[in-house]
């Protein structure tokens, strides 16, 4: 979590907790306001926290919080600390699905590439954690994806779902480095998709690799948000 005189990014986990932490590194701000001090961060500290006793949470147990003060020389180093803790998601599709998806996983500990064949279905902004690809033929970007990429297809045309999906079987028996490949739709398409992908020399062990329909289970709602939050969960439990 990140604590500015006026502003919090992120979280600790909420509670009397952050709160005290809040307060302590606020008073550590105060102690470095001076001009000298100004050139350099505030003192780096740890703070130890019995939840029980001294926060009065039901929890107990001890919490140690490191103190670290930063400056604008050290934002270089926390975005990439950032973004190597941020999980690989790619999102193929622009539709109403795909642009609900990405104001959920807009807030969530992802890197996300966003392609589509059409360039102009990307919106003006989008999410820090979100890069948007222009692709065509669109499946050629599977290729450059990251290893241990997540993969979601939900494209506005069948046949380009079904192009992704065969780039993504290939790289995976290849590589075997994308560990979630996602096909939206019914039990039906899916269906059909094995079908057409047997006829391009894929079989069982591939069909294994795809999770089709998306979403966790239980979840019967078909507006666009909905989806959104039942895909991005089955992520997190990805």
Request: proline fraction near 5%; charge should be negative.
């Amino acid at each position: 979590m990140a604590v500015t005189a006026n502003a919090i990014v992120g979280t600790v986990g909420g509670g009397h907790l952050e709160h005290e932490a809040i307060r302590l590194a606020r008073a550590a701000l105060a102690g470095s306001t001076s001009a000298e001090a100004t050139l350099s961060a505030p003192v780096s500290f740890e703070h130890r926290y019995a939840l029980g006793p001294s926060l009065g949470q039901c929890c107990g147990g001890v919490v140690v919080l490191g103190f670290e003060g930063i400056t604008a020389s050290d934002l270089p180093r926390l975005q990439a600390q950032t973004k190597a803790h941020a999980q690989a998601v790619a999102l193929f599709g622009g539709g109403h699905v795909g642009k609900a998806l990405i104001e959920v996983l807009g807030r969530l500990p992802m890197s996300v590439l966003w392609v589509d064949s059409r360039d102009e279905i990307f919106p003006d902004q989008v999410p820090a954690n979100v890069r948007c690809e222009h692709s065509d033929p669109v499946q050629q970007a599977v290729w450059d994806l990251p290893a241990g990429c997540h993969v979601l297809m939900m494209s506005f045309s069948h046949a380009e779902d079904l192009d992704i999906l065969a780039a993504c079987l290939q790289r995976a028996r290849q590589q075997q480095d994308l560990p979630y490949i996602g096909l939206i739709g019914s039990e039906t398409k899916w269906a059909t998709f094995r079908h057409r992908l047997e006829a391009k020399g894929f079989g069982p062990t591939d069909f294994d690799r795809v999770t089709c329909p998306i979403g966790v289970p239980g979840i019967a709602g078909k507006q666009p948000e909905v989806i959104a939050v039942a895909v991005a969960a089955q992520l997190l439990q990805a």
